[in-house]
């Protein structure tokens, strides 16, 4: 069935996509804001505009400031020094005059009877309609401001009824102000903050793509490595760039790759060791069993009793890999321990072989942290080889002691084994503490040369080391383990 897959977005989308998204809805809000309150601020100046008017209008008809100007304000007193409502109204023109982007219109008993001598952008008398609707508005005797929006564009205006006592004419002065006019220079604003916030925007886009890419290049390298990386080339690593936390990651990756690179490398080399040492005794059991004559009891006998004495031979063998790869890998049970009492148990065990002179030369009177099953495989383990590498009946000699002059602060617990057997030649030292590695193919005597690999392994995983000092006459190996355990071990 086909699934349905959502579009992938590339976390550098998404980081810029959010940072865009609450920069511009940050942008268009205090932009928004601004706007609304400049706009405010200019329709309330026009109205403060409109309403100074008025008391211009009612200084110049009547001398008397009037006091009580609103929407529904209630007829001022008109105790004027003109002759008539025509009079007053001449003498207000002559005395106010419009301003940039305001237009006036004197009205007489509902007709347009006078306009303003100075040049004006809007006619009033042009909009009967308006006229008419204002005359009626102030009909009652009222002030009146208002809004209109007509074929003379959108207007604020004022309209102040204008009498003159014995005079029966209705005179109005009404004075507009072209709103789009006066808005122009706060809506110009407004755009050009809307070009800059864009300008801003893309600004903001174009850092925020390039420092999004730069900071997250880490891991894109890694994807692209770890799709490079298989199991056949475990080689590659990733170049590290910076000392911030996704750089920390890259090294990190690193230090896995080689921890897997390295096991993968022990594991191939293991098998190879593995093919090559069970080759010999496949081909030994392949080789007798082939010649063998079937009609001849004693070849047969023969045949099987060898073939039964290299399948011993692999069952240890696969027996020691296991006891090696446990030692490598297993978590140890470290618990404290009275070494003077482990040395008295490991060397009752060690000296139950009969063919050797066995001797309990030292005992440390120490407690130490160990796993002491381990520790006795690996100490058993050295005993085994001082009596299968010595001479019948010679003497070996089992001791436990504390080293004082040990480099560490901590000082060292030592479990030797010193024999009187051919020694190791020096060349060979290394060697056999490698995996099957072994002195002359072992001089005829039996093994898997997995003995010292083990020994070296379980001191190892305590912290400590093998020592070995040889000579021809004979040798003396040694576990050195660390009295105190190391922290994050
Ligand atoms: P194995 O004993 O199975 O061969 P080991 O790893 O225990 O494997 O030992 C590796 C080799 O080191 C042995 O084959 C032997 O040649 C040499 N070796 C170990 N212990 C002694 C010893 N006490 N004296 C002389 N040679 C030794």
Partial sequence: MPTFRAPQWSVRGRILAAILAVTAFSMAGAGFTAHLVQRDRVLQQIDDRLMSRVESVRLVVSGVQATDVTDTAPEAPALSPHATTRDALEAVFSRVLPERNESSL???????????AVDVDVHLEDDPALVARIVDEVSDGSVRLGTSVGPLGKLRYIATPVTVEGDPQQGIYITALDLDAELQDSNSASVTYAVVA????????????????????????????????????????IPVHGRDDLSGLTSTVNTMLDRIDGAVTAQRQL???????????????????????????SDVRQAIAI??????????????????????????GRVPVDIADFTDQVFAKASTDS???????????VVAAIDPSRITQ??????DNAAKYSPPGSPISVGSRVVDDSPTEQGLVEFWVADQGPGIPKVMEGRIFERFG??????????????LPIVAAIAKAHGGRVTLSSSPVGSRFGIEIPLVQEVGE
């Fill in 106 to 116: 004197g009205v007489i008993d509902g007709k347009a009877a006078l306009v303003s």
């Fill in 198 to 237: 864009t300008g801003g925007l893309v600004l903001v886009g174009l850092v925020g793509w390039l420092v999004a890419g730069r900071l997250l290049r880490p891991l894109r390298d890694l994807r692209e490595a770890a799709s490079r990386i298989s199991a056949t080339d475990l080689t590659e690593r």
């Fill in 271 to 297: 098998l190879n060791d593995v093919r090559h040492e069970l080759k010999t005794p496949i081909t030994i059991v392949h080789g007798q069993l082939e010649v063998a004559d079937p009609e001849d009891p």
């Fill in 307 to 332: 073939a039964i004495d290299e399948l011993d031979r692999m069952s240890a063998l696969v027996d020691e890999i296991e006891a090696l790869a446990d030692s490598q890998q297993s978590r140890l």
């Fill in 355 to 365: 063919g050797h002179d066995w001797n309990l030369a030292e005992s440390a009177s």
């Fill in 378 to 383: 690996a100490w058993l383990q050295l005993a």
């Fill in 438 to 451: 072994r002195v002359e193919a072992s001089r005829g005597i039996r093994g898997s040369g997995l003995g």
